[in-house]
Nanobody, 128 residues
């Protein structure tokens, strides 16, 4: 059984930074591509960022490009999302995801249906 557990969410002022972590446990999924999605109240879950299993390739939604950075440490089975220059519109529940091992490219990573496992989510609130 695979578990993805997010941490690092919280309340921050606009312009501030947060670093989210996602620790995987259970069956080893270190070679799975990983990603982050978010969901604001009343809105659909949307893609934020993804990273290939090797960490070489990264993908970002236009809304976060240049401000967020995704990275991973396969030895620790952990994925990170460094969020800088946060804006009130970044307020959402952030979910970690592990994709199907066959998933590759932005078109696949951006689809919530491409994921195999989800974390429980962590709340990020950015005040103006």
């Amino acid at each position: 059984q695979v578990q993805l557990v997010e941490s690092g969410g919280g309340l921050v002022q606009a312009g501030g930074s947060l670093r989210l972590s996602c620790a995987a446990s259970g069956r080893t999924i270190s070679r799975y591509p990983k990603g982050w999605f978010r969901q604001a109240p009343g809105k659909e879950r949307e893609f934020v960022a993804a990273i290939s299993w090797s960490g070489v390739n990264t993908y970002y939604a236009d809304s976060v490009k240049g401000r967020f950075t995704i990275s991973r440490d396969n030895a620790k089975n952990t994925v990170y999302l460094q969020m800088n220059s946060l804006k009130p519109e970044d307020t959402a529940v952030y979910y970690c995801a592990a994709y199907s091992s066959a998933c590759s490219g932005y078109g696949c990573f951006a689809r919530p249906g491409s994921t195999e496992y989800w974390g429980q989510g962590t709340q990020v609130t950015v005040s103006s």
